[in-house]
């Protein structure tokens, strides 16, 4: 008999989520869901390897069909989703949950993925966090005696699962054949929420919202339609209830996002930029292919870069051609309260970039800070005015070849020691962030999550294997990353329950080996962050 079986530790109100009616629908997801899913994480090795062997990614010929054809559209907005043009990004612990349900945002993006470290106490009380606030009874103490409550009308809530790729150690699935396996984090993180919230969504007139991070191809939005159409019937709920937005935030889902639109389109809300994955999903996927594909400090990776403006551009005419909304990504700027003029920095840098996303034809933007929401909304106001998106821009100016999404080359910049230190210094602090459970962390005045980290140790491992010299002369060797990691060790303030040792080793070996890691989080995740369950008294 299939089951899921509970291998993490059970806490104070845990058995409001991990009830036996939610997890015999876990169960059915894995039943049903979990081959596929190991097919499609075979299916991105694949690629992988042919990328590393010389072969380009391209528009595929096969789904030619579909992009010919002038008549599909997507579903759109669902109710709660018409006005998206900001939306706050954060992790679903209590109180940031509370600041963002009282920032004024039009949407609040609860993210289960990149802003939040997948401790088994982070995924579990995220979803008492989800259900409280769904049902309006969400408040929190902190330690200093502050109260925190949820006051006025909320952002509509859109859900990130976390990505294909990642599992949950805390829960395994027992299938027909008697074998364990552990969960998968999407079908974990999608089902619990679904299945306790979706009626209660449907009944205060907005509805189950999903975010869909890290695809990689039109196979793999297929899934979740299959996922999303199984889970409605199972409920009772109409089919088509479920709106989902994908993050376009991987190279090889820029050449399909078309074909990602159409296998979603019962389901489909829009699609999103993920700027910070998808620079990282290039160096990864290119990360052996020669100078040609070796980019500046990151930095100088911004979004006015050519390669850059050609993904943004096809995302937006994209979306308006189908009916589907484009959302604009992150930037990472942040104010900061005690320093105005940092905070000026945040706000000059962030409404240019929403300048910019506006009038380029996206309908919404992510901000991080609540403080920065007055900002992107201006610039989105002077554009959109009264109505609530742009869909009728339809760009048909935009002509994006294969070319131009792969262009590395044309990124001016250059690769300094000051960039590669920084790369090592925010890699190592994120990551020692990440260990203690906190997944979204204030770093030198910016906004850094697992994308960012991904970026800057990939970096350091390209220009480690690419041979790269520094514009001050100083070839980037291991020698000299370790003598980076020394220094930073004595310079950074410790205290006894850091874990900037974790953090190093960590780093060294996502960074700094021959064999390159895909994702730091599943290395990282294995070995640091999975609890193992007391053992039950007999």
Known sequence: MTSIRIDGPLRARYDDILTPEALAFLTELHDRFAGRRHDELAARMRVRYDLGNGRNLGFLSGTADVRADPDWRVAGAGPGLADRRVEITG?????????????????????????????????????????????????????????YRVTGETPTIVLRPRGWHLVEKHLSHLDR??????????????????????????????GPYFYLPKLESHREARLWNDVFSFSEEALGIPHGTIRA??????????????????????????????????????????????????????????MTVPFMRAYTELLVSTCHRRGAYAIGG??????????PVVTERAVEKVSADKRREAADGFDGTWVAHPDLIGTARAEFDEVLGGEPNQLDRLRDDVRVTAGQLLDIRSVNGAITYAGVYGNVSVAVRYIESWLRGVGAAAIDDLMEDAATAEISRSQVWQWIHQDVVT??????????????????????????????DDAVEVFRDVALREEYPTFLTLYAYSRYLVEEREPVAA
């Open 330 to 339: 992150m930037s990472a700027f942040i104010p900061n309260r005690r320093n």
């Open 245 to 302: 937005t994908v993050l376009i935030e991987t190279i090889p889902a820029a050449f399909e996002m078309e074909e990602i639109l159409y296998e979603l389109r019962d389901h489909c809300a829009g699609l999103n930029a993920g700027r910070w994955d998808y620079i990282f999903s290039i160096i990864k996927n290119y990360r052996g292919r020669g100078q040609s594909f070796v980019l500046p400090d990151r930095n100088e990776i911004t």
């Open 471 to 500: 514009q001050e002369g100083t070839r980037v060797t291991r020698e000299l990353i370790e003598s980076m990691l020394d220094d930073l060790l004595r310079t950074l303030p410790r205290t006894v329950e850091d874990r900037f």
């Open 91 to 147: 992790p679903t612990d209590r109180k940031m949950a509370i600041n963002a349900l009282n920032s004024g945002a039009n949407v609040w993006l609860a993210d289960q993925e990149d802003a939040t470290s997948p401790t088994w106490t982070n995924v579990i009380e995220g979803q008492l966090t989800l259900l409280d606030a769904i049902r309006g009874t969400l408040e929190h103490t902190s330690e200093d005696g502050r109260e």
């Open 177 to 206: 054949a008697g074998r364990s396996m552990p969960a998968s984090g999407s079908l974990v993180d999608f089902g619990l929420y679904f299945f306790h919230n979706a009626q209660a969504l449907i009944a205060q007139g907005r």
